[in-house]
């Protein structure tokens, strides 16, 4: 996983609580090694991490962020152009962070919409969604092209 800070205690406590399957990189480092990068920042820190990760052409990146439009063009586009992928996917911008470990909301799961651009993609993010430890059923509407 790419942090910020390594040395954060948050960090440090999460890297505990993984028996030793988590690894704490850079951002550039870990973005660098992923095959799916997930971009999970407020759109206001979203140009800082971009600057971070860099060009990551063909990698599959995972589109996280709500606010979503900047001068006409939506957080997808900006990643897009930022790091050349053309495999963005956007999901799970519809459930808020503090929701994604039990998204029920009076006994219904909640949806979120996986879209992209590629069939492909997005059953590999709905396949990772459904394998997460975030399993409610089924609250994943693909929208496939």
Not at 62 to 66: F, K, P, Q, S, Y
Not at 131 to 135: A, E, F, G
């Given at each position: 996983m790419g942090f910020r800070d390594l040395a954060?205690?948050?960090?440090?406590?999460?890297l505990g609580h993984s028996e030793g399957e988590l690894q704490a990189l850079t951002v550039k480092e870990a973005s660098d090694k992923a095959d799916i990068i997930t971009i999970c920042v407020g759109f206001k820190q979203l140009q800082n991490v971009l600057n971070e990760i860099g060009t990551q052409k063909d990698k599959l990146i995972?589109?996280?962020?709500?606010a979503s439009f900047d001068g006409g063009k939506d957080a997808a586009g900006i990643i897009?152009?930022?790091t050349d992928s053309k495999r963005i996917v956007k999901a799970f911008n519809s459930i808020s962070a503090e929701n994604l470990d039990d998204p029920v909301f009076n006994g219904i799961g909640a949806v979120t919409f996986i879209c992209g651009g590629s069939d492909d993609d997005i059953r590999t993010v709905t396949m990772l969604a459904k394998?997460?430890?975030?399993?409610v059923g089924k609250p994943f509407i693909?929208?496939?092209t």
């Open positions: 954060n205690p948050d960090v440090i406590e999460l995972i589109e996280t962020v709500n897009q152009a930022a394998q997460s430890t975030h399993q693909n929208c496939l």
